[in-house]
Nanobody, 123 residues
Framework: QVQLVESGGGLVQAGGSLRLSCTAS????????MAWYRQAPGKQRELVAG???????RYADSVKGRFTISRDNAKKTVSLQMNNLKPEDTAVYYC?????????????????WGQGTQVTVSS
């Protein structure tokens, strides 16, 4: 059973920072792509950032310059450093992993998902 477990969410004021972490466990192999998605109330789930095994990255336009994704293959973790947070960043953030290479914006491309962690940014 493969599991992705997120941590690091919480409540922060606008302009503040949070760091999300996702650890993969279980009988897994190396994922080519790991990503962070988010879903705000009443909105569709959207790709926030992704990173390949070769450390190529992709960011949503709304977070470029503020968020940084990184991964540690040996530890099977992926992190999302979020700086200068805005109220519109409020959402449930999900970790996702895909066997195939390439950072897709299509959620169905990902094979495993975490349970999500809430990020709330107050104004």
């Amino acid at each position: 059973q493969v599991q992705l477990v997120e941590s690091g969410g919480g409540l922060v004021q606008a302009g503040g920072s949070l760091r999300l972490s996702c650890t993969a466990s279980g009988n897994i192999f190396t994922y080519n792509t790991m990503a962070w998605y988010r879903q705000a109330p009443g909105k569709q789930r959207e790709l926030v950032a992704g990173i390949t095994s070769a450390s190529s990255t992709r960011y949503a336009d709304s977070v470029k310059g503020r968020f940084t994704i990184s991964r540690d293959n040996a530890k099977k973790t992926v992190s999302l450093q979020m700086n200068n947070l805005k109220p519109e960043d409020t959402a449930v953030y999900y970790c996702a992993a895909a066997i195939v290479a390439g950072i897709s914006t299509i959620g169905a491309s990902y094979d495993y998902w975490g349970q999500g962690t809430q990020v709330t940014v107050s104004s």
